[in-house]
């Protein structure tokens, strides 16, 4: 990852922030001005760096070859939803456990 091993709650509100803008961007001036499948890796490139092997998911987007229905799926923002959750930023807090009985 680019910012070390771990990762904060601070620093995956910035990722999370990062990963909104290039979605946003992709929205919007990706599908006119580069309409080319190297906006698409360099994303992607840019994911690895934030969220490690996660950051696969991005390139996802290079299936999709006319650039139109790839802008409406936000794939950097979940997946920095994703490492977030896992991390336990948000949803769940704790490791799904079974429940235990207090013993009298």
């Not at 992709?26 to 580069?34: E, N, Y």
């Not at 229905?69 to 959750?85: E, K, N, S, V």
Request: proline content about 6%.
């Amino acid at each position: 990852m680019l910012f070390g091993r771990g990762m904060t709650r601070r620093g995956w509100f910035l990722r999370l922030a990062a990963c909104v803008a290039l979605d946003a961007l992709d929205l919007t001036i990706g599908r006119l001005l580069f309409a080319v499948p190297w906006e698409e890796g360099v994303s992607s490139v840019i994911l690895v760096l934030l969220f490690g092997w996660k950051g696969l998911l991005g390139l996802s987007e290079l299936l999709e070859a006319t650039e139109q229905i790839d802008a409406f799926i936000p794939i950097a923002t979940l997946t920095a939803l994703w490492a977030g959750r896992d991390a336990g930023f948000w949803g769940a807090k704790k490791p799904l456990t079974p429940p235990q009985v207090p013993v009298r």
